[in-house]
């Protein structure tokens, strides 16, 4: 099983900076890797997939890059809503399956 | 527009089973397949399995196997999903998710039903 491992745990930004999440592949997914915004009580919004290309009415703040074992989620300039719990999640399984990392959460410093 | 919508919330005995469906709208149902996960409390994401709504073939985590199924309805577009041997540990969120098939690959699910939280306990 491909373990996904992410870092930091817990990210304290303040409004209108940088926050940059990774993530870590146990072995190689290719590009096949997706980005995840949950919030308390809700369910996981898809952001990133395919390592880097934003999902429908996802803001251009969030960017993802990386490919192979090593990827990262950029939000260029933090706004308040955007305070949450970020999980990258690999697809690249035969038969399909889906692994998650443990997440990052982003907080108000 | 899209939407899953899942059944509501309940309280189980330990040994019994649970039956969660997931009805969609706004596609068309057999050209996505859902996908099923759960969340316990204050934990992470964890993978149950999927069911290719065109085919009906299935895939569960090695973890499920056994106790786990997941069915559809082509007449009411609805997936469900039905485990058994309910323990504490079941006790969670669950969630099913839309996505694509294709290229071999089980794409991220782009559409999430709502949950349905289900607690197990005496």
């Known amino acids: 099983e491909i373990v996904m491992t992410q870092s930091p745990a817990t990210l304290s930004v303040s409004p209108g900076e940088r926050a940059t999440l990774s993530c870590r592949a146990s072995?190689?997914?290719?590009?096949?890797l997706a980005w995840f915004q949950q919030k308390p009580g809700q369910a996981p919004r898809l952001l990133i997939y395919?390592?880097?290309t934003r999902a429908t009415d996802i803001p251009a703040r969030f960017s993802g890059s990386g490919s192979g074992t090593d990827f990262s989620l950029t939000i260029s300039s933090l706004e308040s809503e955007d305070f949450a719990v970020y999980y990258c999640?690999?697809?690249?399984?035969?038969?399909?399956?889906?692994?998650f990392g443990q997440g990052t959460k982003v907080e108000i410093k | 527009q899209v939407h899953l919508l899942q059944s509501g919330g309940e309280l189980k005995k330990p040994g019994a089973s649970l039956n969660v469906s997931c009805r969609a709208s706004g596609y068309t149902f057999n050209t996505y397949g859902i996908a099923w996960l759960r969340q316990a409390p204050g934990q992470g994401l964890e993978w149950m399995g999927w069911i290719n709504t065109y085919t009906g073939s299935t895939n569960y985590a090695q973890k499920f196997q056994g106790r786990v199924a997941m069915t559809k309805d082509m007449s009411t577009n609805t997936a469900y999903m039905e485990l058994k041997g309910l323990t504490s540990d079941d006790t969670a969120v669950y969630y099913c998710?839309?996505?694509?098939?294709?290229?071999?690959?089980?794409?991220?699910?782009?559409?999430w039903g709502q949950g349905t939280l289900v607690v197990v306990s005496s």
């Open positions: 072995q190689s997914v290719s590009g096949n």
């Open positions: 998710a839309r996505a694509r098939f294709y290229d071999f690959l089980l794409r991220p699910g782009d559409f």
């Open positions: 999640q690999q697809y690249n399984n035969w038969p399909p399956a889906w692994t």
């Open positions: 395919d390592a880097s």
